[in-house]
């Protein structure tokens, strides 16, 4: 089993900056590769980013050249660093764990706004 803990999220004007994190516990040793989804109210939940154990990462197109994610394997800890946030990305975010299994974190809320 894989736990995952989010944090970071809050309240941000537009333009701003947030930065998630996410520390695995567990059966981290199984995993292989880390994502950020996010659901909006209304819609269905969608994959932001993804990096794997070698360190390739994928974004999707809405938010190329604003977030990056990135990996502490020291801390099993994985970042989503969020920029020129815009008020379209206001979501729960959640971190998701794909190993021997799928797992998910219990979601932060980012909302931007003015």
């Known amino acids: 089993q894989v736990q995952l803990a989010e944090s970071g999220g809050g309240l941000v004007q537009p333009g701003g900056s947030l930065r998630l994190s996410c520390a695995a516990s567990?059966?981290?040793?199984?995993?292989?590769?880390m994502a950020w989804h996010r659901q909006a109210p209304g819609n269905s939940r969608e994959g932001v980013a993804t990096?794997?154990?070698?360190?390739?990462?994928n974004y999707v197109d809405s938010v190329k050249g604003r977030f990056t994610i990135s990996r502490d394997n020291a801390k099993n800890t994985v970042y989503l660093q969020m920029n020129s946030l815009k008020p379209e990305d206001t979501a729960v975010y959640y971190c998701?764990?794909?190993?021997?299994?799928?797992?998910w974190g219990q979601g932060t809320q980012v909302t931007v706004s003015s």
């Open positions: 998701y764990a794909l190993g021997k299994g799928a797992y």
């Open positions: 567990g059966s981290i040793f199984s995993i292989y590769a």
């Open positions: 990096i794997t154990n070698g360190g390739t990462t």
